[in-house]
């Protein structure tokens, strides 16, 4: 039988007196993951965000995903089609040194003017909605739901709308009026799927959501 021996620990007397250092300013937080975001190389199927203080990787959504997201790009493309809007996706909306890459988006057709300096993509300010389709998993829903809210808010995209599957039985939201300042939509609209929905206000309004985009309510 072996045995083992241990020292007792030095003890080391801390001075309470002295102060814990301060954590670098918000803004230099900010602009040190705006930088690491820009370097980024991801592979083929992923994207980057920049989601209240946090660097988000999403891979390409599951076919039924992607299936109302063209569903309702087409739906768009042909509303849209009179005016001098487009509907977008696959590009980056940027708001200060944040950085988003909403699943669907509408802005204006001809957007050279409202291309970021650095061309990394198009100035929230532009933007006249925002779509999202909720993931599975609780981190990508609680992205799309209360993070990406926020920040939509606080950019002040006039339209957001929350497709969820994973909501009960599947729900379309339509959030509107927001107030930049607080970070809040000031109206919501929420509805079952099976139950046409139509946008407000905005560039897109008067298009309706309903069960040919999102496909009937979910069993449960």
């Known amino acids: 039988m072996t045995a083992l021996t241990h020292e007792a620990p030095e003890v080391t007397e801390v001075d309470e007196t002295e102060e814990e250092p301060e954590a670098p300013p918000r803004a230099d937080l900010d602009e040190a993951l705006w930088q690491a975001w820009k370097t980024l190389e991801l592979p083929e199927g992923f994207h980057a965000e920049i989601v209240e203080g946090s660097i988000e990787v999403s891979p390409t959504g599951r076919h039924c995903h992607g299936q109302i997201v063209n569903r309702l790009r087409d739906a768009l493309v042909f509303f849209l089609a009179e005016s001098e809007y487009a509907a977008r996706n696959d590009m980056n909306v940027i708001h200060e040194l944040t950085a988003y890459v909403p699943d669907l988006f ?22 006249e ?3 999202e389709v909720v993931s599975p998993g609780h981190r990508a829903i609680e992205r799309d739901r209360i993070h990406k809210r926020r920040a939509y808010a606080r950019a002040g995209v006039p339209v957001y709308v929350l497709i969820d599957d994973h909501d009960g039985h599947g729900t379309v939201t339509v ?5 930049p300042g607080e970070a809040v939509y000031a109206a919501e609209t929420r509805v079952p799927y099976g ?26």
């Open 106 to 127: 509408v802005a204006p057709e001809d957007d050279a003017e409202h291309v970021t300096e650095d061309g990394l993509g198009l100035k929230a300010s532009c933007v």
């Open 129 to 131: 909605m925002v779509v």
């Open 175 to 179: 959030l509107t009026s927001p107030s």
């Open 195 to 220: 139950t046409e929905v139509a946008i407000p206000d905005g560039a897109a309004k008067g298009f309706v959501i309903g069960e040919a985009i999102t496909g009937p309510r979910r069993n449960a």
